[in-house]
């Protein structure tokens, strides 16, 4: 579905990305996992068109996404979720939601996904005139991946979901993204600080120390793993069982 | 006490000039972070296409409205994709500021010399049969010109929040004014979005030109008067704050007249800047906002 080949990019004189080579496949959920500043974030970003790489390619379904502005890409099927959801905080929670369904494809099932997206969190739609800025954190969150999906993506990127959130709210919200994957066949990826969350729900995952791609592999590998987990993620496997 | 009255009714009718003029400077600055010291300009050149249409084909000025509307969106466009796009740019949201200040402020030199050209240097102001007359509300007097610039003021200002505040058009403004990165994200395309803003806003310039040139007067470089009324309302109102424009409006409008009916007419524009300056003191976030959460 989406191939991303040799991509190498650059915040002003500093490498952020070296040679990134991945594939993300139809129907699974994905994980970039690694250390604060690893580069996990800058490759999203890159896939959603914030970022342009120096070189190497993206292909999204035959499709060559790296030098296309961010909204000609939601266009073709990828939706973003921002670090810090990132949401219109002057506009109310329904106005957020409209807007995540600018594209002409999108705009015509507006109506529908609204309706779908109430259903998915219940809370959003008790909040619908309340303004944007002043919903909890996780109300917030949940906000922002409904606006995401309002864009009727087939590629969703959630770039750090469960940052300052309760692990109550992170269970539920997770459970509906895996809910979505399941049901609509959403391919999604999952950017991640807390590993353990990350390789639970992941088919595959990809881990990312100073800008490359140092292990890739089934997540249930990774997990079994725990010399490589101890390595690169500073996870000792007694403290996640535990 | 019928003095008094006159006042205020004089003072409302200038109010809803004075917001009607600001609405396009507070536009561009709450949009897209544009300080376009060169709105006067594009406000005399809006009244220069009036007048122009008056002289030459004696087409009414209120009816010369949608036509100085679309040459000056056409203005708009060329103004953004020609100056101001380069800008956006920039690293931050301060030399987006500085540097469209210093541009604009070029714009005026080349825009004020080529009405110069055009039109020669001469006062010019629309004559009609109607000038000058008045009628009588309530007992108060209220000059024609003067009621149909407050009714332009306050349809084109309703016009503007239907167009912000309802339609998705408007949402994407907002959205892109909010965050434009996040914006870009839900699949906005935002330079578009900037650039029919700029449209809007320079046609909202021109408006202002038609009716500044059928009540008061214009030369080629007379757009400064018109620029430091406008700063004062976009700070009384709140910078980004673009639906309390037209009430800021009024409360400057009204403020001057009082302030000349009690210490006289010389002291006009020494009211306004010390309203300027007072709010800037006091309210920097102007009159109708609280100030800005720390998000």
């Known amino acids: ?242 | 006490m019928e003095m008094f009255t006159q006042t205020i009714a004089y003072g409302i009718l200038v109010g809803a000039m004075y917001g009607l003029l600001t609405l396009g400077l507070g536009l561009l600055m709450g949009v897209m972070k544009f300080l376009n010291v060169a709105h006067g300009t594009f406000i005399v050149l809006g009244g220069y296409v009036s007048y122009w249409l008056f002289t030459r084909y004696g087409l009414n000025p209120y009816l010369s409205i949608p036509l100085v509307i679309a040459v000056m969106f056409l203005v708009g466009l060329v103004v953004y994709k020609v100056t101001l796009s380069p800008l956006l740019k920039l690293p931050s949201v301060g030399n987006r500021l500085n540097s469209s200040m210093l541009i604009t402020f070029g714009i005026i030199y080349v825009v004020d010399n080529l009405m110069t050209i055009f039109w020669k240097p001469d006062v010019r102001s629309i004559v009609a049969p109607f000038t000058g007359r008045s009628m009588e509300l309530f007992g108060t007097k209220f000059s024609i010109t003067g009621l149909c610039g407050f009714a332009v003021a306050i349809v084109v200002a309703v016009a503007l929040y239907f167009v912000l505040g309802r339609t998705q058009f408007g949402k994407h403004v907002r959205a892109a004014t909010q965050d434009a990165e996040a914006a870009s994200l839900c699949g906005i395309n935002v330079h578009r979005t900037y650039l029919i803003s700029s449209g809007i806003a320079i046609a909202l310039a021109g408006v202002a030109g038609v009716i500044i040139v059928s009540s008061y007067s214009i030369s080629p470089n007379g757009g400064l008067r018109w620029l430091l009324v406008a700063f004062v309302v976009m700070i009384l109102a709140g910078e980004g704050n673009i639906n309390a424009i037209v009430p800021a409006g009024l409360i400057l409008g009204l403020l001057e007249a009082v302030g000349v009916f009690i210490i006289g007419a010389p002291y006009r524009q020494v009211v306004a800047l010390v309203i300027f300056i007072v709010i800037l003191i006091f309210r920097p976030q102007g009159l109708f906002r609280k100030r800005r959460l720390a998000t």
């Open chain 1, 1 to 242: 579905m989406l191939e991303v080949s040799n991509l190498n990019a650059f915040y002003g004189d500093i490498q952020a990305l070296w040679n990134i080579c991945l594939r993300i496949h139809e129907g699974e959920i994905v994980t970039f996992v690694g250390s604060n500043g690893a580069g996990k974030s800058t490759i999203m970003k890159t896939i959603a068109g914030l970022v342009k790489p120096k070189d190497g390619t993206i292909l999204f379904e035959g499709i060559r996404l790296d030098q296309l502005p961010a909204h000609k890409i939601v266009d073709l099927g990828i939706s973003m979720v921002p670090e810090g959801r990132r949401l219109f905080p002057e506009m109310t929670v329904l106005e957020n939601l409209e807007v995540g369904a600018s594209t002409k494809a999108a705009s015509r099932i507006r109506v529908s996904n609204i309706n779908w997206t109430y259903e998915l969190f219940p809370i959003l739609k008790e909040r619908s005139k309340q303004v944007a800025g002043t919903l909890s954190g996780g109300e917030q969150q949940m906000l922002a991946i409904g606006r995401a999906l309002m864009a009727q993506p087939k590629l969703l990127l959630i770039d750090e979901m469960s940052l300052g959130l309760s692990p109550i709210v992170v269970d539920h919200i997770l459970q509906v993204i895996q809910d979505v994957n399941r049901s609509k066949k959403l391919t999604i990826a999952l950017v991640e600080q807390d590993v353990g969350l990350a390789l639970s729900i992941a088919d595959r995952g990809y881990i990312i120390e100073h800008g490359r791609i140092v292990v890739e592999g089934d997540t249930k590998l990774l997990q079994g793993d725990g010399r490589l987990m101890e390595a690169y993620l500073g996870v000792s496997l007694k403290k996640k069982t535990g």
